[in-house]
């Protein structure tokens, strides 16, 4: 699991002018009203979180002593003798929720990585095995929340892919979770919206707006006139 000096190309704990100009370098290379490839926008946005998380002394600091705790190692899945699988995965993002409203630097990047590290196949694969379909349906609703937040990363697809074992085949969310993964993977597809207006660049709104008060006058005139 990356963290974040991985993501700008660096080694870890690098010095913060090498941050700052690393981070000039990759803004160019993949800023999206620059790079047009699918992925930039995800790639830029992982760049952007984790300068955040570097950009001074303080941060930096505060991040190279949370990777000193090992907090940022790749976690693996030991079911529980005591715990449901779907007990378990509430007790995970409950602290997530928690660790989010306790943490101010808490961001997209990491809640990315807390998530694949919970979402593993493993984990999905222990959990179909052990789980009633209503423990399924409630973890594939909750995980959805999440993923919802990080949909612009890939980890999104990752995990999306790995909860399709918990959904039957031809059901709703089984549809959903397909839906889902096509739409963070092409990304101008990800909204759709039925109101033929918004699609209209806002110049050729306003000149449709003054074709119609132009018509509307001439309407008006002529029934000034004739209408007498």
């Known amino acids: 699991m990356s963290n974040y000096y ?7 704990y690098a010095a913060l002018e090498e941050v700052k100009t ?13 790079n047009k490839n699918p992925s930039a926008k995800s790639e830029f946005l992982a760049i952007q979180e984790a300068y955040e998380a570097l950009e001074s002394e303080e941060l930096k600091l505060a991040y190279d002593r949370k990777l000193k705790k090992g907090n940022q190692k790749k976690r693996i899945y030991k079911p529980s003798r005591t715990a449901r699988p779907s007990i378990r995965l509430k007790r995970q993002l409950n602290q997530i929720r928690l660790d989010i409203g306790n943490d101010p630097s808490f961001g997209h990047f990491e809640l990315a990585q807390r998530l694949q590290a919970i979402f593993t196949a493993d984990f999905i694969h222990y959990f179909a095995a052990n789980s009633t379909e209503i423990e399924k349906t409630e ?10 937040v990080i949909r612009a990363d890939a980890a999104a697809i990752d995990i999306l892919y790995n909860l ?65």
């Open 6 to 12: 991985q993501v700008l190309g660096l080694p870890k």
């Open 22 to 34: 690393q981070y000039r370098k990759l803004v160019k290379l993949y800023h999206p009203d620059v």
């Open 139 to 148: 973890a594939i609703v909750l995980a959805l929340e999440f993923i919802h």
């Open 164 to 228: 399709l074992p918990l959904s039957k085949d031809d059901s709703k969310l089984r549809e959903e979770l397909v839906q889902r993964i096509n739409q963070y993977k092409y990304p101008m597809f990800e909204e759709e919206d039925d109101d033929l207006w918004s699609i209209i660049p806002t110049k050729y709104r306003i000149y449709t707006l003054l074709v119609f008060f132009g018509l509307f006058v001439l309407i008006f005139i002529i029934e000034s006139i004739f209408g007498r």
